[in-house]
């Protein structure tokens, strides 16, 4: 009797943030390019009209809100799923596993924000901008370390993203609880009453993503309505989305959470944020000197994204792993977790999406917040490369 030969089984499909980590940096250099080309825009002939541009009326809202409030609140869509996704079925499902990125997380937020009050100590009306420097942006840090070649350790990607990943947990709220305008009580209610049926349509089963997608529209309306920030609907749909986890079977293909994270990752990384980083990185440099370069806004985003984040991140994970409460990302060294340290102070998206509320109908401020967030980003980008790309040489290559 001949053998049946064995059956192949079919590869797990990966979650949109896994797939991330064995990826090339596609994502990361799209949203870079983006970002010089607002710039390049923003101080070449077409500097007028891109401006004007962004200020048109379309409808209710300008161009501008339209990407920060609509678009945007996709993007916070994706990472709710992530946040939803990680935490129930991921890498941050046991509070051992949450323990190093999350005292991490934590450190380099305060750190980011006690720099940025201390640069800003001595003039109160910048002091709202505190959070501007707390995020970090998980697209460009990923994209940096996959640049940097295989040799980092997979710990380290890990590591690094679920660090990220508690970090936008922190930015949301952070968002929700500090940069809310004038509420309409009338609005909220209305809003928490959509939630509920969402949650409802959750409990009795219901996987199709249609009837989701239309109430989640209608809560972006109604939040976007209320005071809150719209994007914040973004996340409470994400929440409401199923995820079925089952032992074995982490990344079930039929899952209406991955289903609807693997169809927005691409638009996500390749469309929304690079038009929200067009749309929000440009700005004018010409007549600029040391004078605004030290400004206070610019000099507090900066110092806050480069010198605060790895400073908090660095001694967040030395503290862990010095009173025992966690370990050391496996096969990585010191010098691995110092450059990932210095990568976290890259945080374009978030921060430029923290700075346009902080400072929103404030020219001068906007601007300077941009300045201090592109220095910042970029010293932190080149260092953090550099550090890694040295670790990196002085670990053997995978025979």
Excluded at 139 to 147: C, D, E, I, P, R
Excluded at 279 to 291: C, E, F, H, Q, T
Aim: glycine content about 12%; overall charge positive.
């Amino acid at each position: 009797m001949i053998a049946s030969p064995p059956v192949r089984r079919r590869p797990r499909p990966l979650s949109a943030l896994r797939s991330l980590l064995s990826s090339s940096a596609g994502g990361g250099v799209v949203l870079m390019a983006s970002a010089v080309l607002a710039l390049i825009v923003a101080n070449g002939p077409l500097g007028g009209l891109y401006a004007h541009a962004l200020h048109v009326e379309i409808g209710p809202l300008s161009l501008l809100h339209w990407i920060n409030d609509g678009l945007m609140a996709v993007f916070f869509l994706l990472v709710g799923l992530e946040i939803k996704r990680e935490i129930l079925d991921g890498n941050l499902r046991t509070w051992p596993d949450r323990m190093l990125p999350g005292i991490a997380a934590l450190g380099g937020m305060i750190a980011p924000a006690l720099v940025y009050a201390a640069a800003n100590w001595h003039t109160p009306a910048t002091l709202r901008g505190w959070a501007i420097p707390a995020a970090t942006d998980i697209a460009f840090a990923l994209g940096v370390l996959a640049l940097v070649g295989p040799r980092v350790p997979v710990s380290l990607k890990i590591f690094l993203t679920a660090l990220a990943i508690l970090d936008d947990l922190g930015a949301v709220v952070i968002i929700a609880v500090f940069y809310t305008a004038d509420l309409s009580l009338p609005m909220l209610g209305l809003a928490a009453a959509v939630l509920a049926m969402l949650i409802t349509l959750n409990k009795v089963g219901l996987r199709r993503l249609g009837p989701y997608l239309i109430l989640g529209f209608v809560l972006w309306l109604l939040v976007l309505r209320s005071g809150l920030h719209a994007t914040i609907a973004g996340v409470l749909l994400a929440l409401a989305i199923p995820l079925r986890p089952s032992p074995g079977r982490p990344d079930d293909a039929a899952s209406p959470l991955h289903v609807l994270e693997h169809a927005l990752q691409p638009w996500v990384a390749y469309a929304i944020v690079p038009i929200f980083g067009f749309a929000n990185a440009g700005v004018s440099v010409g007549g600029l000197g040391l004078k605004d370069l030290l400004a206070p806004v610019t000099l507090g985003v900066a110092a806050g994204l480069f010198v605060g984040k790895q400073i908090g991140v660095f001694g967040g994970v030395w503290l862990a792993v010095r009173l025992g409460l966690a370990q050391k990302p496996a096969g990585a060294t010191w010098q691995h977790v110092y450059g990932v340290a210095l990568l976290c102070g890259i945080g374009f998206t978030m921060s430029l999406f923290i700075g346009a509320l902080a400072f929103a109908g404030q020219p001068v401020l906007e601007a300077e917040t941009k300045l201090g967030v592109l220095a910042g980003s970029l010293l932190s980008t080149l260092v953090g490369a550099l550090v890694l790309s040295s670790a990196a040489r002085k670990v053997p290559a995978p025979a």
